[in-house]
């Protein structure tokens, strides 16, 4: 009787309560239906509840238990999220970032929003297209690149990306540019010639940063494109579009799972569209 009344207090965050594994889970039951049905993958669910439950075992609080549960939860993730770091602070005779990802995930568009927050802050900056497969890419690009005032090194079609992104370099290190950023064809993990072809470009370029583009829109396959594209070339940081049709929870995933940093998310359409990620303020929206 006594224990029952102790229960419903404590769940009701009027007396303190010491954590056991199934309280931990019981109240997980009901957290993960919302955070599965907002994008959470299974495998990055399961992780987390272990996690948590490691970390309250034993401890005693006060507070709403699903209050407390979200607390840690945010502190078991945001440990895993590395701060982002400034990219104008990249030096190089030019500084290169080559941008890869999955089909249409956004990321000739985000490219040339990049190139525009540079150039902003004063930094000569040239876009290359090397994703010379499709004469309709190159096309894509340079018509986001003109409207925002962005100057493009784009290859013959069909010309070998790797020798394009060579050329484009040599081009931009010439004219004393600051920054080059690679634009590469979209490309399914799954195709073996593709893979080794980006491979083959990251050889040449050298790039100082390797940036995964990820559609917030792609729900779990998210990770399987994080683990493809780290097992490929290997990734130093993670820009999430479609933000602004979606949460920033898979910006959150994305970090979580990969241990990369997130630069920026896409917000839109627009050439400004692009917004600093903050991993700390992103967990107190998303989780409240
Ligand atoms: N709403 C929204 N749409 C976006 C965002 N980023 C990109 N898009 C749209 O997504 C579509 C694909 O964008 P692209 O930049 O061409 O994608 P990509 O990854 O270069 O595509 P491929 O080169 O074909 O692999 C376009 O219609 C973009 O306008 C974003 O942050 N928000
Ligand atoms: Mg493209």
């Known amino acids: 009787m006594l224990g029952r009344i102790v229960d419903a207090l404590s769940s009701r965050g009027i007396v303190s309560k010491r954590w056991k594994r199934s309280d931990v889970l019981k109240v997980f039951e009901d957290l993960e239906v919302e955070l599965l049905s907002e994008g959470m993958p299974l495998k990055v669910l399961d992780f987390l509840k272990e996690e948590v439950s490691k970390s309250l075992d034993g401890v005693e609080t006060k507070g709403k238990p699903r209050e407390v549960v979200k607390e840690h939860i945010k502190r078991v993730l945001l440990e895993k999220m590395p701060k ?64 925002a005032e962005v100057p493009v090194f784009k290859g013959q079609r069909g010309a070998d990306p790797a020798s394009v992104a060579f050329d484009g370099i040599s081009s931009a290190a010439s004219k004393g540019y600051d920054y080059v950023l690679i634009d590469t064809a979209g490309r399914n993990y799954l195709d073996r010639n593709l893979v080794e072809e980006l491979r083959k470009i990251v050889r040449v370029s050298k790039p100082d940063l390797k940036v995964l583009v990820l559609d917030g829109l792609s729900g779990s396959d998210m990770i399987n494109q994080c683990d493809s594209f780290e097992d490929a070339v290997g990734i130093d940081v993670l820009i999430v579009t479609k933000v602004d049709a979606s949460t920033e929870l898979p ?31 992103a967990l107190d929206r998303v989780l409240g």
């Open 84 to 147: 982002p770091p400034d990219i104008t602070e990249i030096r190089g005779r030019p500084a290169k970032l080559i941008f890869f990802g999955f089909n249409g995930v956004g990321k000739s568009l985000s490219i040339v929003k990049v190139a525009k927050y540079l150039i902003k802050r004063g930094f000569l900056t040239m876009v290359i297209s090397a994703d010379t497969f499709r004469a309709a890419a190159g096309d894509q690009l340079e018509g986001y690149a003109r409207a």
């Open 251 to 281: 910006a959150i995933i994305a970090s979580f799972y990969t241990g990369k940093p997130v630069i920026f998310l896409g917000v839109g359409q627009g050439i400004e569209d692009l917004k600093p990620f903050d991993p700390k303020e």
